[in-house]
C-alpha cells in the first residue's frame, strides 16, 4: 500500500490563480480531511469527508471547496489564491470517522505571491 | 465553539529530565484524544491515544493522563533524549455535526544533551 499520495509537493501561484491539491488513499478509508499548517498555529481543519459524497466544513473553510466522488480521491481546489493561502497542506485518511489513527501524507508547501 | 488549547508553546529541557504538555478542550462529549509528534519537515505521526473511559495510558516511556471533569489532558515524556526533539500536537473528537479531530497549536519540545 502506497498510503496517503498528495501532489504536487511544492507549488506556487499568483494571487487569483486557483489550483487543485490532489490527496489519494488506497486503504479504503471512510474517512478523508485536509489541513493545513502554518507556524504557531498547529493543524486547522479546512474540509473533512465522512465517505464518497459526503463532506463538511471544518475549522477555516473560506476559499477552499472539496468534493468526494469515490472513496479514494479528495481534492481540494483553491478558488482564487490569495497571500494569507501560503501555507502547508495535509491530506489525511482514517478507517473510520470516530477515535482511530489518521494517516498523513507527505504534504504541500504552497506559496501564493 | 470547538477548541483545544495546548501549553507551553515551546519546552526545552535537559537530556534525562521529564517533559509535561497539557491541553484543554471545549466539548465535554469529546471522548478521544490523540498525540501526534511531527519531526522536522516530516508528516505528524500519532504516538499514543487516550479514550474517555480510562484515566492514564503508558507505552514505554510516554504516558497520557486525562481528566474528563476539568476537560484536560496531559502527555508525559520520562528520561527525555534528543530524539524526543519535536513539535507535538494534541488533539480532540468532536461531534457537532459529523465527528471530526481538532488540534491544538502544538509544542515545540527541544530536548539538549
Known amino acids: 500500500n502506497a498510503g496517503v499520495t498528495q501532489t504536487p509537493k511544492f507549488q506556487v501561484l499568483k494571487t487569483g490563480q486557483s489550483m487543485t491539491l490532489q490527496c489519494a488513499q488506497d486503504?479504503?478509508?471512510?474517512?478523508m480531511s485536509w489541513y493545513r499548517q502554518d507556524p504557531g498555529m498547529g493543524l486547522r481543519l479546512i474540509h473533512y469527508?465522512?465517505?464518497?459524497?459526503?463532506?463538511d466544513q471544518g475549522e477555516v473553510p473560506n476559499g477552499y471547496n472539496v468534493s468526494r466522488s469515490t472513496t479514494e480521491d479528495f481534492p481540494l481546489r483553491l478558488l482564487s489564491a490569495a497571500p494569507s493561502q501560503t501555507s502547508v497542506y495535509f491530506c489525511?485518511?482514517?478507517?473510520?470517522?470516530?477515535?482511530?489513527?489518521?494517516?498523513f501524507g507527505s504534504g504541500t508547501q504552497l506559496s501564493v505571491l | 465553539g470547538e477548541n483545544v488549547e495546548q501549553h507551553p508553546s515551546t519546552l526545552s529541557v535537559q537530556e534525562g529530565d521529564s517533559a509535561v504538555i497539557k491541553c484543554t478542550y471545549s466539548?465535554?462529549?469529546?471522548?478521544?484524544f490523540p498525540w501526534y509528534k511531527q519531526e522536522l519537515g516530516k508528516r505528524p505521526q500519532l504516538i499514543i491515544d487516550?479514550?474517555?473511559?480510562?484515566g492514564e495510558k503508558k507505552d514505554q516511556r510516554i504516558a497520557v493522563t486525562l481528566n474528563k471533569t476539568a476537560k484536560h489532558f496531559s502527555l508525559h515524556i520520562t528520561e527525555t533524549q534528543p530524539e524526543d526533539s519535536a513539535v507535538y500536537f494534541c488533539?480532540?473528537?468532536?461531534?457537532?455535526?459529523?465527528?471530526?479531530?481538532?488540534f491544538g497549536a502544538g509544542t515545540r519540545l527541544a530536548v539538549h544533551p
Open positions: 489525511a485518511s482514517s478507517p473510520t470517522a470516530t477515535n482511530e489513527k489518521l494517516f
Open positions: 486503504m479504503n478509508h471512510e474517512y
Open positions: 469527508s465522512v465517505g464518497a459524497g459526503i463532506t
Open positions: 466539548d465535554s462529549a469529546s471522548n478521544y
Open positions: 487516550i479514550r474517555s473511559n480510562v
Open positions: 488533539a480532540a473528537l468532536f461531534s457537532g455535526g459529523y465527528n471530526k479531530l481538532i
